[in-house]
Protein backbone atom coordinates (compact mmCIF):
# COMPACT_ATOMS: atom_id res chain seq x y z
CA UNK A 1 0.00 0.00 0.00
CA UNK A 2 1.23 3.26 -1.11
CA UNK A 3 2.20 6.13 1.62
CA UNK A 4 -0.29 8.84 1.58
CA UNK A 5 0.94 12.31 0.03
CA UNK A 6 1.62 14.04 3.39
CA UNK A 7 4.03 11.45 4.75
CA UNK A 8 5.65 11.49 1.42
CA UNK A 9 5.84 14.96 0.71
CA UNK A 10 7.63 14.91 4.80
CA UNK A 11 10.29 12.60 3.33
CA UNK A 12 11.29 14.84 0.21
CA UNK A 13 11.09 17.36 2.25
CA UNK A 14 14.20 15.62 4.76
CA UNK A 15 16.21 15.26 1.65
CA UNK A 16 16.04 19.32 1.11
CA UNK A 17 19.41 20.85 2.03
CA UNK A 18 18.74 22.75 5.67
CA UNK A 19 19.62 26.72 6.49
CA UNK A 20 16.75 29.66 6.06
CA UNK A 21 17.16 29.64 2.62
CA UNK A 22 15.14 26.00 2.71
CA UNK A 23 12.98 25.78 5.41
CA UNK A 24 9.80 26.79 3.12
CA UNK A 25 9.76 23.36 1.65
CA UNK A 26 9.04 21.92 5.49
CA UNK A 27 5.99 25.00 5.74
CA UNK A 28 2.86 23.50 4.87
CA UNK A 29 0.82 25.37 2.07
CA UNK A 30 3.66 27.43 1.52
CA UNK A 31 4.55 27.72 -2.26
CA UNK A 32 7.60 25.61 -2.17
CA UNK A 33 5.97 22.48 -0.08
CA UNK A 34 3.07 22.79 -2.32
CA UNK A 35 5.57 22.03 -4.95
CA UNK A 36 7.25 19.02 -2.92
CA UNK A 37 3.43 17.85 -2.30
CA UNK A 38 3.24 17.66 -6.55
CA UNK A 39 6.30 15.54 -6.68
CA UNK A 40 5.38 13.19 -3.95
CA UNK A 41 1.89 12.50 -5.99
CA UNK A 42 4.37 11.61 -9.01
CA UNK A 43 6.01 9.69 -6.67
CA UNK A 44 3.09 7.73 -5.05
CA UNK A 45 1.67 7.22 -8.74
CA UNK A 46 5.01 5.68 -9.98
CA UNK A 47 4.95 3.48 -6.82
CA UNK A 48 1.85 2.14 -7.62
CA UNK A 49 2.51 1.52 -11.14
CA UNK A 50 5.64 -0.35 -10.20
CA UNK A 51 3.92 -2.38 -7.60
CA UNK A 52 1.10 -3.32 -10.29
CA UNK A 53 3.76 -4.12 -12.65
CA UNK A 54 5.35 -6.59 -10.05
CA UNK A 55 1.85 -7.87 -9.29
CA UNK A 56 1.78 -9.48 -12.48
CA UNK A 57 4.34 -11.86 -11.89
CA UNK A 58 2.81 -15.60 -11.59
CA UNK A 59 4.68 -16.82 -8.72
CA UNK A 60 4.13 -13.19 -6.84
CA UNK A 61 0.62 -12.26 -7.76
CA UNK A 62 -2.28 -11.15 -5.26
CA UNK A 63 -4.85 -9.02 -7.28
CA UNK A 64 -3.96 -11.20 -11.13
CA UNK A 65 -4.86 -14.62 -9.44
CA UNK A 66 -8.56 -14.68 -10.83
CA UNK A 67 -6.83 -13.69 -14.44
CA UNK A 68 -4.38 -16.01 -14.38
CA UNK A 69 -6.33 -18.77 -13.29
CA UNK A 70 -8.52 -18.03 -16.35
CA UNK A 71 -5.71 -17.87 -18.46
CA UNK A 72 -4.49 -20.73 -18.22
CA UNK A 73 -7.56 -22.79 -17.15
CA UNK A 74 -5.83 -24.22 -14.04
CA UNK A 75 -9.41 -25.14 -12.17
CA UNK A 76 -9.17 -28.10 -14.69
CA UNK A 77 -10.56 -31.31 -12.64
CA UNK A 78 -6.64 -31.94 -11.84
CA UNK A 79 -6.32 -28.87 -9.28
CA UNK A 80 -8.86 -27.97 -7.71
CA UNK A 81 -10.05 -24.33 -6.04
CA UNK A 82 -8.45 -23.13 -3.71
CA UNK A 83 -8.24 -20.07 -0.90
CA UNK A 84 -5.08 -20.20 -0.01
CA UNK A 85 -3.35 -17.38 -2.34
CA UNK A 86 0.24 -19.26 -1.72
CA UNK A 87 -1.05 -22.84 -2.96
CA UNK A 88 -3.07 -20.43 -5.90
CA UNK A 89 0.34 -18.83 -7.12
CA UNK A 90 2.19 -22.81 -7.06
CA UNK A 91 -0.39 -23.63 -9.44
CA UNK A 92 -0.26 -21.22 -11.68
CA UNK A 93 3.25 -21.98 -12.26
CA UNK A 94 3.04 -25.13 -12.41
CA UNK A 95 0.82 -24.99 -15.34
CA UNK A 96 2.89 -22.30 -16.96
CA UNK A 97 5.43 -24.98 -16.61
CA UNK A 98 3.51 -27.52 -17.67
CA UNK A 99 3.47 -25.91 -21.16
CA UNK A 100 6.90 -27.21 -22.23
CA UNK A 101 7.11 -30.04 -20.92
CA UNK A 102 8.93 -32.56 -23.41
CA UNK A 103 11.52 -34.73 -21.71
CA UNK A 104 12.13 -36.95 -18.74
CA UNK A 105 14.01 -34.02 -17.36
CA UNK A 106 11.24 -31.63 -17.66
CA UNK A 107 8.63 -34.23 -15.16
CA UNK A 108 10.96 -34.32 -12.95
CA UNK A 109 11.15 -30.56 -12.85
CA UNK A 110 7.81 -30.49 -12.46
CA UNK A 111 7.29 -32.94 -10.05
CA UNK A 112 9.62 -30.80 -7.81
CA UNK A 113 7.35 -27.78 -8.00
CA UNK A 114 4.05 -29.92 -6.47
CA UNK A 115 6.69 -30.26 -3.92
CA UNK A 116 7.35 -34.27 -4.65
CA UNK A 117 10.77 -35.97 -5.59
CA UNK A 118 10.17 -38.45 -8.75
CA UNK A 119 12.29 -40.49 -10.56
CA UNK A 120 11.00 -41.13 -14.62
CA UNK A 121 12.40 -44.26 -16.13
CA UNK A 122 11.02 -46.19 -19.13
CA UNK A 123 8.73 -49.57 -18.31
CA UNK A 124 11.48 -51.53 -20.21
CA UNK A 125 14.00 -50.21 -17.23
CA UNK A 126 12.10 -52.22 -14.61
CA UNK A 127 11.51 -55.00 -16.94
CA UNK A 128 14.73 -57.85 -16.26
CA UNK A 129 16.78 -59.02 -18.72
CA UNK A 130 15.78 -62.38 -18.48
CA UNK A 131 12.10 -61.11 -19.95
CA UNK A 132 14.12 -58.84 -22.90
CA UNK A 133 14.32 -55.83 -20.09
CA UNK A 134 17.08 -53.44 -18.42
CA UNK A 135 16.56 -54.48 -15.47
CA UNK A 136 18.28 -51.26 -14.54
CA UNK A 137 15.39 -49.64 -12.45
CA UNK A 138 13.21 -51.31 -9.13
CA UNK A 139 10.77 -52.26 -8.55
CA UNK A 140 11.58 -55.02 -11.13
CA UNK A 141 8.14 -55.65 -13.34
CA UNK A 142 7.42 -58.69 -14.89
CA UNK A 143 6.08 -59.85 -18.39
CA UNK A 144 3.39 -60.86 -19.06
CA UNK A 145 2.46 -60.67 -15.01
CA UNK A 146 2.95 -56.22 -15.27
CA UNK A 147 3.37 -55.95 -18.53
CA UNK A 148 1.99 -57.63 -21.74
CA UNK A 149 4.73 -57.78 -23.71
CA UNK A 150 8.64 -55.41 -24.69
CA UNK A 151 6.52 -53.16 -26.10
CA UNK A 152 3.93 -52.34 -23.97
CA UNK A 153 6.87 -51.92 -21.53
CA UNK A 154 8.76 -49.79 -23.68
CA UNK A 155 5.85 -47.45 -24.19
CA UNK A 156 4.79 -46.88 -20.58
CA UNK A 157 6.34 -43.91 -18.70
CA UNK A 158 6.43 -44.93 -14.87
CA UNK A 159 6.91 -42.46 -12.36
CA UNK A 160 8.56 -42.96 -8.99
CA UNK A 161 7.47 -40.79 -5.99
CA UNK A 162 9.25 -40.45 -2.91
CA UNK A 163 6.90 -40.11 -0.13
CA UNK A 164 8.06 -38.02 2.46
CA UNK A 165 8.17 -39.39 6.10
CA UNK A 166 5.92 -36.80 7.14
CA UNK A 167 3.07 -38.04 5.39
CA UNK A 168 2.63 -41.03 7.69
CA UNK A 169 1.21 -42.08 11.07
CA UNK A 170 4.00 -42.74 13.54
CA UNK A 171 3.35 -46.60 13.57
CA UNK A 172 5.49 -49.74 13.29
CA UNK A 173 3.42 -50.00 9.92
CA UNK A 174 2.87 -46.64 8.63
CA UNK A 175 -0.69 -46.17 6.78
CA UNK A 176 0.01 -42.98 4.60
CA UNK A 177 -2.30 -40.15 4.43
CA UNK A 178 -3.77 -38.81 1.25
CA UNK A 179 -1.18 -36.83 -0.44
CA UNK A 180 -3.38 -34.23 -2.75
CA UNK A 181 -0.06 -33.05 -4.43
CA UNK A 182 0.47 -36.49 -5.76
CA UNK A 183 -2.92 -36.79 -6.82
CA UNK A 184 -2.47 -33.67 -8.88
CA UNK A 185 0.76 -34.24 -10.37
CA UNK A 186 -0.31 -37.74 -11.52
CA UNK A 187 -3.88 -36.31 -13.30
CA UNK A 188 -1.79 -33.70 -14.74
CA UNK A 189 1.47 -35.97 -15.79
CA UNK A 190 -1.97 -38.47 -17.81
CA UNK A 191 -2.51 -35.30 -19.92
CA UNK A 192 0.77 -34.22 -20.59
CA UNK A 193 2.00 -37.77 -21.54
CA UNK A 194 1.98 -38.54 -25.50
CA UNK A 195 -0.79 -40.04 -26.55
CA UNK A 196 1.17 -43.80 -27.21
CA UNK A 197 2.43 -44.11 -24.40
CA UNK A 198 0.59 -45.54 -20.70
CA UNK A 199 1.78 -43.97 -17.24
CA UNK A 200 2.30 -45.56 -13.97
CA UNK A 201 2.53 -43.66 -10.89
CA UNK A 202 4.30 -45.86 -7.91
CA UNK A 203 5.52 -44.74 -4.46
CA UNK A 204 8.50 -45.50 -3.16
Same mark, same amino acid.
Given at each position: ??RSVDVETKIIARFMPGGKAWVTFRIVGHVANLILRGLAKENIRVY????????????????????????????????????????????????????????????????????????????????? /?????????? /? /???? /?????????????????????????????????????????????????????????????
Amino acid at each position: MSRSVDVETKIIARFMPGGKAWVTFRIVGHVANLILRGLAKENIRVYDAINLLRDTIPDETELFLDEWESALNVIDGCFREHSNSIIRRRNIVIKLAALGVQTSADFVTLGALFGLVIEVNSGIDHVP /PGDGGYGTAS /P /PFAI /PADFADVKTARNTIVIRVVVPADLTFPLEFPIPFTNPSKEEMECLFARLKPATNDLIVIEV
